[in-house]
């Protein structure tokens, strides 16, 4: 049997491996292991990751790239560096952890590729490869500095210079970013029946980790759906201009993917003179102004679709350096 290794849903690339018998699927894992065939290995990784995973074949598919391209640097480093994958020397993994710091990723990027080597490894261990378990004592320093200080939101400033230049469509991106605080994939899977104008509110049917909440707009927003409607919905006058993929009538991008949407907002960045530095500042830029308006860590982190408070207080919003001095005053 030929795996056949990217085509398909994530059902399917698993079934090419749950149709082979116990004796077949360890003699092909060690195979792969031991002739370091990257795509059989990532293969069967993402086989794991579909049938073991948390979220099994829901794991979202930014997820699956990830961890895929991790267990391509991973296998990549084990070839230059002779590392035997199924019998991993003791000192395998941390020194992968410190090679790939000393080449100056920063410790967040390694911790994701830990993840994605130790999903291999549990790959491996679930096909009866291996009982190897390399990654449970790695240890990868926490970066002590904050999101917010690596990658700080825009400006106010920033916002309104870009706001001000945007056409419809790319100020109604910008406005469900900044100001509905949605992640790009969440603005880029919304459909005309998930934005309620009336109520200045959107459902997010599937968030990260498959969440679904409800947001409430911005006046601002609200209008800008309101006339993104009238011209682009079903109907409307400009219905299909931004239709390069052929999405179903009932979305409203007509684009599914990150990169037409950074095609589309990068232009009214550049035609404002601003930096365009990617969707997440726009997204703490969201976090940090309605931090210092309502000074509640939770329902921000409500807002912005985070299941830890922690992760809101790390990376997404910034009380003001002088928050406490109106409560100072009278000391």
């Known amino acids: 049997m030929t795996l056949d290794r990217f085509r398909g849903t994530a059902l399917a690339r698993a079934d090419e491996w749950l149709a082979l018998t116990d004796e077949d699927l360890k003699r092909r894992a060690v195979r792969a292991a031991g002739d370091k065939d990257v795509d059989v290995l990532v293969s069967l990784t993402l086989a794991y990751l579909s049938q073991q995973g948390q979220r099994g074949v829901l794991t979202s598919p930014r997820t699956v790239e990830a961890y895929a391209l991790g267990v391509r640097q991973f296998v990549a480093y084990a070839t230059d560096h002779a590392v035997n994958v199924l019998r991993p020397g003791r000192h395998d993994a941390q020194r992968y952890v410190q090679a790939m710091l000393s080449a100056g990723r920063a410790p967040a990027g390694v911790q994701l590729k830990v993840a994605a080597a130790g999903c291999l490894y549990r790959a491996l261990r679930w096909a009866g490869a291996t009982e190897a378990d390399p990654w449970g004592d790695v240890r990868v320093p926490r970066d002590p500095t904050s999101g917010l200080e690596k990658r700080p939101p825009y400006t106010e400033d920033e916002l309104v210079e870009v706001l001000e230049g945007a056409d419809l469509h790319e100020g109604f991106l910008l406005l469900l970013v900044a100001h509905a605080g949605l992640r790009i994939s969440e603005a880029l899977a919304l459909t005309w029946a998930d934005i309620e104008e009336g109520a200045r509110r959107l459902h997010v049917r599937h968030g990260k980790g498959g969440k679904a909440r409800r947001v409430a707009m911005s006046a601002r927003l609200a209008r800008a759906a309101r006339h ?12 299909g201009r931004y239709r390069p993929e052929g999405r179903a009538p009932e979305f409203v991008f007509r684009y599914a993917t990150q ?29 940090t102004r309605l931090l210092q308006q309502v000074r ?4 921000v982190a409500a807002h912005l679709g985070h299941a830890s ?11 003001a350096v002088d928050d406490l001095k109106d409560e100072l005053a009278g000391w």
């Open 259 to 287: 990169q037409a949407a950074r095609y589309h907002l990068g232009r009214a960045f550049r035609r404002a003179g601003v930096e365009f530095r990617g969707f997440h500042p726009g997204r703490k830029y969201s976090g």
């Open 309 to 319: 408070v922690d992760t809101t207080r790390r990376g997404y919003a910034l009380l």
């Open 296 to 299: 509640d860590f939770g329902r």
């Open 228 to 239: 993104f409607r009238a011209l682009h919905a079903p109907g409307g006058p400009e219905h």
